[in-house]
């Protein structure tokens, strides 16, 4: 652990991912919920609301656990951009926000530890677009960037802070829940050596994840 990152706030941390996974698992689990209550109130008739609700309620629990196994759990593999595409789409932005792949480099398969931190920066990215629109990720398996364009688009301060050199550790304990990504992309990106910044442009800087001689 760096500076101002103590054993107690390690703890916090475990504290936050886990609220973290809570809240993003509580939706589809709540249209679940409503939908069996709807199937008792229809008293056993045939109920083709309720069953569509359950049905769709059981398949985003499925995506987001999968999104949240590779976020959080311990690395299983490479990723291609088209598993990386299978897992983001339709489970980050609540459904408002469009994950572009095809700028990446043909064929870009990214290690084990880089592919947590493709995964966290279209989650950060996302937060990042308030009313929606689209990310796009540009580059190759060891540099690359994401660019998101829309409305109201802003990298939110939990991000800005840890790039500003808050400590990820502390910065997460901070901003609770709602804050853990950027700082959690932070801690990714040190154990897969890449160096996260913002680089300004036309429009809203983009964010590059790239080697430290890079």
């Given at each position: 652990m760096g500076g101002g990152e103590?054993?107690?706030?390690?703890?916090?941390?475990?504290?936050?991912?886990?609220?973290?996974?809570?809240?993003?698992?509580?939706?589809?689990?709540?249209?679940?919920?409503?939908?069996?209550?709807?199937?008792?109130?229809?008293?056993?008739?045939?109920?083709?609301?309720?069953?569509?609700?359950m049905a769709e309620g059981a398949c985003e629990v499925a995506a987001r656990v999968k999104l949240l196994r590779s976020l959080f759990g311990p690395p299983s593999g490479p990723l291609s951009a088209e598993e990386v595409g299978a897992l983001v789409r339709g489970t980050i932005g609540s459904g408002r926000v469009e994950v572009?792949?095809?700028?990446?480099?043909?064929?870009?398969?990214?290690?084990?530890?880089?592919?947590?931190?493709v995964l966290a920066s279209l989650v950060v990215a996302a937060e990042a677009l308030p009313r929606g629109g689209t990310v796009r990720l540009h580059g190759g398996?060891?540099?690359?960037?994401?660019?998101?364009?829309?409305?109201?688009?802003?990298?939110?301060?939990?991000?800005?802070?840890?790039?500003?050199?808050?400590?990820p550790l502390d910065a997460a304990v901070a901003g609770g829940p709602r804050g853990l990504m950027g700082p959690y992309l932070a801690l990714l990106a040190r154990e897969a050596g890449l160096v996260p910044s913002l680089l300004m442009g036309a429009g809203t800087p983009l964010l590059r994840l790239a080697g430290a001689a890079g």
């Open positions: 103590t054993p107690r706030a390690a703890q916090r941390f475990a504290e936050v991912v886990a609220a973290r996974l809570c809240h993003d698992i509580s939706g589809p689990l709540s249209i679940i919920a409503n939908a069996v209550e709807l199937a008792r109130q229809e008293g056993g008739r045939e109920g083709g609301e309720a069953i569509g609700l572009d792949l095809s700028p990446l480099a043909p064929g870009t398969v990214f290690r084990p530890e880089t592919g947590r931190v398996a060891e540099d690359f960037a994401v660019v998101i364009e829309g409305q109201n688009a802003a990298w939110p301060a939990h991000l800005t802070a840890v790039l500003g050199g808050a400590a």
